[in-house]
C-alpha cells in the first residue's frame, strides 16, 4: 500500500479478494453487509402514464391559436361586409326621413299659414324658403353623425336593412369620427368637388364600393370604416 498525497490507493485484501471480505467485520467478527447498489438508469417509458408527452398538459398548450387577420387589419371576426343594395335601400330611407324631419321642424320654425298676398307675402315666402333650406340642411347634417355615434353605427335606414358603420379598429364608434366622415368628407368634401365636377364626385362616392375589394365608399378610406352586416 502506498501514500499519495495523503490519499491510499490499494485494497489491503486485494481486488479480487470476496466483496464481504473486502468490506470487513465489525468489532464481534460479523461480516458488515455491503451497501446494497443503486438501481442502474433506465430509459423513459414511451407509452404509458410515464411516458414522454403523457402527463399533465401544461397551461396554455392547447389553447387555440390566434386566427389570420382579416382585410381589416385586426384579428378575424364574423363581420360580413355589406352588400352596395343594403348601403343604397338604407340611404334612401333615411333621406326620406330627414325631409320628413325638416319639414316638421320647418312647420314648427314658421307655422303653417302664411300669407302670401302682396309684397309682403312674397317676402315671406323667400324668408320660409330659406328657413327651410336651412332646417333640412341642419338635419341632413346633423341626423347620420348623431345617430352613428348613439346607436354605435346604425340609422334607422341602416337597421331596416340590417348593416352598420364600424371602425377598422373595432373600437365602439365615437362623435368624432361619425363627424369627420358624414359631414366633413360626405357632405363638405364630396360637395366642395361635386360643384366644380357636374356632379362626378357624388357620382363616385355613391358607386366606389362596386370597385374596391372591402365595399368602401370614399369617404370610408379617410377615416377607415367598414359598412358590414350587423
Known amino acids: 500500500m502506498s501514500d499519495q498525497g495523503g490519499f491510499t490507493s490499494g485494497d489491503p485484501l486485494g481486488e479480487s479478494a470476496p466483496r464481504e471480505q473486502r468490506v470487513g467485520t465489525d468489532a464481534f467478527g460479523r461480516p458488515i453487509e455491503p451497501p446494497p447498489r443503486a438501481p442502474l438508469p433506465t430509459r423513459p417509458a414511451t407509452t404509458g402514464p410515464g411516458a414522454y408527452g403523457g402527463g399533465p398538459v401544461p397551461p396554455g398548450a392547447l389553447a387555440p391559436t390566434t386566427p389570420a387577420p382579416d382585410p381589416f387589419g385586426a384579428p378575424r371576426s364574423p363581420f360580413v ?3 352596395w343594395g343594403k348601403r343604397a335601400v338604407a340611404a334612401i330611407v333615411d333621406g326620406l326621413l330627414i325631409a320628413v324631419i325638416a319639414f316638421v321642424l320647418f ?9 302670401s298676398d302682396g309684397s309682403d307675402g312674397f317676402a315671406a315666402l323667400i324668408i320660409s324658403f330659406l328657413i327651410a333650406l336651412l332646417v333640412f340642411t341642419l338635419a341632413a347634417l346633423l341626423y347620420q353623425p348623431l345617430m352613428l355615434w348613439k346607436t ?3 340609422t334607422v ?8 358603420v364600424v371602425k377598422a379598429d373595432r373600437t365602439p364608434m365615437d362623435l368624432g369620427t361619425a363627424v369627420l366622415r358624414e359631414i366633413v368628407l360626405k357632405s363638405i368634401a364630396v360637395g366642395i368637388v361635386s360643384s366644380f365636377t357636374f356632379g ?10 362596386f ?5 368602401r365608399a370614399l369617404h ?4 377607415d370604416t367598414r359598412v358590414v352586416d350587423a
Open 81 to 83: 361586409l355589406a352588400s
Open 107 to 115: 312647420a314648427i320654425v314658421t307655422g303653417v299659414g302664411i300669407n
Open 152 to 154: 354605435d353605427g346604425q
Open 157 to 164: 335606414g341602416k337597421k331596416m336593412t340590417g348593416i352598420r
Open 200 to 209: 362626378l364626385a357624388y357620382l363616385a362616392d355613391w358607386f366606389w364600393p
Open 211 to 215: 370597385f374596391d375589394d372591402q365595399n
Open 220 to 223: 370610408d378610406f379617410l377615416v
